[in-house]
């Protein structure tokens, strides 16, 4: 157990979220409990974990979530370890929430993406079809994030874009997608900020520079594919191929990423009987798939020469590729990485703050 190394939960503490900060204590070694100075609140090392308050030990945990992230169906998994179809189930739930905290606190965050690509993939289910929008980043293969709706439509891409744009700084910034038309309205509509006037009313919204939008156009005929049109919507065929750097326009990266999904999760697998009951499984398991693909599967194509341990690759995976994170994570690492809350804010109250708060704040606030 290591105090420095860990944070208080506690969403009405002053130091919340904050770690190295000399506040944690070791409150029991048996229980493996810790105690905040500031809140006097107790807490288990496992809260905000997956495993937290699990009765099952977190070598089962571990190997069943990384066994249903890659396409073991639940009824195998219950075979084989003797669970109860519920608990597997809720495995699966709690997993993909804590994944998405993850994704959330990790990966989307402001950086320079270059080229993106986007696609969407169609899943099936007891009461109709869904669609699972998903973006990818070319240079790293990182997964930025998806979407699930139930239409095909602006909605659907738009809230796909916004997640994108959590992740993108204002540079040169390429998207590749397929010949749906809502694109290029949708990257249009997300990609601009207001200009301060100074004057009241709405202010106007600018566009950012150096947004371009490209798309692949396939000709199809008896079910195969006879054509292919490249086609620039948004900007100048000399932008676009110096973000490509002597690539030609393509969807492959993120065709590739949904062969990945598809092949993981049963419910996007073309006539599969395997249809999922409610949206919110879909939503779990894309999350679950994708950040164990992020952070725990190492990608062939992103390996570099070296000589460790007397092989000739390292190897690496899409967060260690976009400098996320120092080494490849396991399964059980990811399951047992605790988000940190956000940072306490005084509260704002009428008159005048107290001394305790203004003691609080000056300590807690810089």
């Not at 503490?13 to 904050?18: K, P």
């Not at 048996?30 to 308050?53: D, I, L, P, W």
């Not at 699966?92 to 986007?118: F, I, N, S, Y």
């Not at 070319?138 to 139930?150: A, I």
């Amino acid at each position: 157990m290591d105090p420095h190394t860990t944070f208080c939960p506690n969403l009405g503490c002053a130091a919340r979220g904050r770690t190295g900060a000399g506040n944690i204590r070791i409150h029991s070694q048996k229980e493996r409990r810790y105690k905040c100075q500031v809140c006097g609140k107790t807490f288990s090392e496992t809260k905000g974990t997956v495993v937290y308050r699990l009765r099952t030990t977190l070598d089962v945990v571990s190997l069943v979530v990384a066994l249903l992230s890659h396409g073991c169906p639940v009824q195998a998994i219950v075979f084989a370890f003797g669970l109860d179809e519920r608990t597997v189930v809720k495995w699966l739930h709690r997993a993909g929430k804590h994944c998405e905290q993850v994704q959330a606190h990790v990966v989307q965050r402001p950086r320079d993406l270059g080229q993106v690509q986007a696609d969407e993939i169609r899943a099936k289910t007891q009461s109709g079809v869904v669609w699972l929008a998903l973006a990818i980043q070319t240079g790293t293969r990182l997964w930025l994030g998806g979407v699930v709706g139930r239409e095909r439509d602006l909605g659907l891409i738009k809230r796909l874009i916004q997640t994108v744009r959590t992740c993108a700084l204002c540079r040169p910034l390429l998207f590749c997608t397929d010949g749906l038309r809502v694109y290029g309205r949708a990257i249009r509509e997300v990609f601009r900020e207001p200009v301060p006037t100074g004057q009241g009313g709405r202010p106007r919204l600018r566009p950012w520079d150096g947004v371009l939008i490209a798309q692949v156009v396939k000709q199809y005929a008896q079910r195969r594919v006879v054509g292919i049109v490249r086609r620039i919507v948004q900007g100048t065929e000399a932008q676009v191929h110096a973000v490509l750097g002597g690539q030609s326009i393509n969807t492959a990266y993120i065709e590739r990423l949904n062969a990945t999904f598809r092949a993981r999760l049963a419910h996007l697998t073309r006539r599969s009987r395997a249809l999922a009951r409610q949206t919110a499984t879909l939503h779990v398991a894309m999350y679950l798939i994708g950040t164990v693909y992020n952070f725990c599967t190492k990608h062939k194509s992103l390996r570099r020469p070296g000589l460790v341990n007397g092989h000739k690759w390292i190897p690496r995976t899409p967060a260690l590729a976009a400098s996320l994170t120092d080494h490849c994570w396991t399964v059980r690492e990811l399951l047992l990485y605790r988000v940190p809350p956000s940072r306490w804010v005084p509260p704002k109250r009428r008159g005048r703050p107290s001394q305790a708060t203004k003691q609080l704040a000056a300590q807690w606030c810089t």
